[in-house]
């Protein structure tokens, strides 16, 4: 080849180059990011709106999230799997201990650890002592500052300051997760930050745990709206069936279990009233989920003492503390 042949042919040789290049696919990346936090510090709602999807129940009772929820979600070349771990407090009962632990186990086998702290209501109590123990976990950590729509700039920045002084971040966000704000830059780095590898779930696959499982805590979560005062910790469900119909349609069972008779007839309510509109509004969220029709049956249930069974803890995900 000559140097006029050559010259002709670096260009076309060029533009190959940059069309494979272009065509190649992005190098993907995958991990797990523990979302961990005081209760009621936003984490379930921040999972909802990164996943795009309800995945966790949402309440304005602290310790609503008992068991490990994850959530999956696509940015960029990254799949990134949520683990909604239950709010960190200080136990009293063996379902609080429970729960503690579930969280730090959560935190402890993650990639990316993620605090999420309440900024108006700052290092408190509760805050304290999770710093304490996370400046001691050798994982990579982030710092997020939630409702940044209801608290002062110089606030906020006093606040990431005391918090950096106690850990060691590698980065500090500041959000609202209730309407987004912030939330594209979150997902951006862990998007760029997750360990290179392949996908560890189908693509569209936007939680592990079962049907069964999301659905009962639906119907927890609505349990919970109604009847907070009246029976706040001292009721579980547990989704006993579901039968998928030739029609396309579920039919789904579920029981509650309660403590006590006066409990039991609290859930019922007058008539059966109050136990209809819970399984209205469980029926519609997990139609959503579904995407298909959705009949639902609530059964009622005494088990007493059911905080120390087993069976019970089992069936929530959680390991029962001895």
């Known amino acids: 080849m000559t140097d006029k042949e050559a010259d002709k042919a670096a260009p076309e040789e060029t533009l190959d180059n ?114 304490k123990r996370l400046a001691e976990l050798r994982r990579p950590k982030v710092l997020i500052l939630n409702k940044i729509d209801v608290t002062k ?70 349990l919970f709206l109604r009847l907070h005062q009246e029976i706040p910790y001292a009721s579980t469900v547990e989704t006993t069936q579901w039968k998928e119909l030739k029609d396309g349609s579920a039919r789904v069972e579920q029981t509650i279990y309660v403590e006590r008779d006066s409990q039991k007839k609290i859930v019922l309510g007058k008539g059966g009233a109050t136990i209809k509109a819970i399984s209205q509004a469980a029926r519609q969220d997990i139609m959503a989920m579904t995407e298909r029709p959705v009949h639902l049956f609530l059964f009622v249930k005494v088990r007493e003492n059911w905080g120390n069974d087993p069976e019970r803890y089992r069936e929530m995900g959680l390991e029962f503390p001895r």
């Open 18 to 131: 940059a069309a494979r290049e272009a065509e190649a696919p992005e190098e993907t990346r995958a991990g797990f990011v523990a979302l961990i936090g005081a209760p009621n510090a936003g984490k379930s709602t921040l999972l909802n709106r990164l996943v795009g999807a309800k995945l966790s129940i949402v309440t304005h009772k602290v310790q609503t999230t008992r068991a490990i929820m994850r959530g999956v979600a696509i940015h960029d070349a990254a799949q990134v799997v949520f683990v909604d771990t239950p709010g960190i407090f200080a136990p009293k009962r063996r379902l609080d201990r429970a729960m503690v632990d579930t969280a730090w186990s959560g935190a402890e086998g993650a990639d990316i650890v993620a605090l999420l702290i309440d900024a108006r209501k700052g290092i408190d109590d509760e805050i304290a002592p999770i710093l």
């Open 153 to 222: 700039r110089d606030e906020l920045l006093a606040l990431a300051s005391r918090a950096n002084a106690e850990v060691q971040f590698d980065q500090t966000f500041m959000i609202s997760a209730l309407d987004g704000d912030g939330a594209d830059d979150l997902m951006d780095y862990f998007a760029k930050t997750l360990p290179k590898g392949p996908w560890l779930y189908p693509e569209d696959q936007i939680s592990d745990l079962p049907l069964r499982m999301i659905a009962a805590e639906i119907t927890r979560e609505k």
